[in-house]
């Protein structure tokens, strides 16, 4: 199983203690032995002196479990946890809520060639993305998140309805390495843009939850690029005044068209239906991945990994491992490309550039 991966160097600190044991009392016969090192782990297990069976000071539940019930906040990800530091690991989400076991979970990969085309996969209309608003970015242990005044809409890309922004955040990896949640063929990517809405009418995100079409994430990716791109100078900036939990502080004035491709660029996408991929792991989302990345370099990508976790550790790795489709079926839209080879690409461009000259 994959948690064991994880949780074998913990495992081995007991079996080491098992070893030591058994190398003192070396003079009693085997079976008796056997019986004292099994005492001896399960001491070491159960005796509430020992803190490696504890996390924030709370007993470990069922023998392999660290969890203080379903508080929202009581989850890591893999890059946080350690034998002295046992915390909710991805793998353990479920316990925490167990929405993140359901079957409609995210982030996924995409395999490209079982994706269905979906001619109702149209162009999406952008209301007051390019309003400018001064938001506050704030580090809250997991991420930097952004909330944004309820102005900025989005509806048509075979959108049930109409959706309205609430709040941007970030994951990516360590130092400019691979770290976006959702992958392309196996592929990932540095950095991961979430910008989060919620059908219209609803007044909270907890509501629209509720509603199984309720919210739609925008999701975008980044790819290194040779010249910074200055329209992220407002976030990266600030970046290093937030570099502890609950930090935060104003951004210089920014809109949302700035942050993300130009419109003509946002017709390739992908389309499925998941949800949150932290805690409380809600299956609520229609999301949508669009194929054009943001471009920043790796300056800029490696700033974010100078945040720190409540721990004072970097932030890096905020990511969640692939989940399984079950079944699910991945649509792209019309313009999305599917890279079977370079030539097949070649053609695809060639053909979208015939298509689009001036009438
Ligand atoms: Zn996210």
Redesign the pocket.
Known sequence: MLMDKYETPCKNAITLKKQVIVFVASSVESETLQKHAAAASHRARSSPGIPLDTVHGIRRKGGEVWHRGSNDEDWCYQTQFTCDHKCNAPEKWNHVNGDCGGRSQSPINIVTRKTLKDERLTPFQFKDYQKIFRGVIKNNGHSVKVEVPHLSTVSGGGLPATYKAVQF?L?WGTNGGPGS?HTIDGEQYPMEL?IVHMKEHYADLTTALADPEGVAVLGFFYESSSSANKKYDPIINVLRSIKSTNDNTSLLPISLAQLIPSEQNMTSYYRYKGSL?TPSCTESVIWTLFEQPIPLNMDQLRMFSELKFQDGKPMVGTFRPVQPLNGRQVYRSGGAVILASSTLLVAAIATALGLSQPI
């Open positions: 955040h994951h949640e979430h991929t």
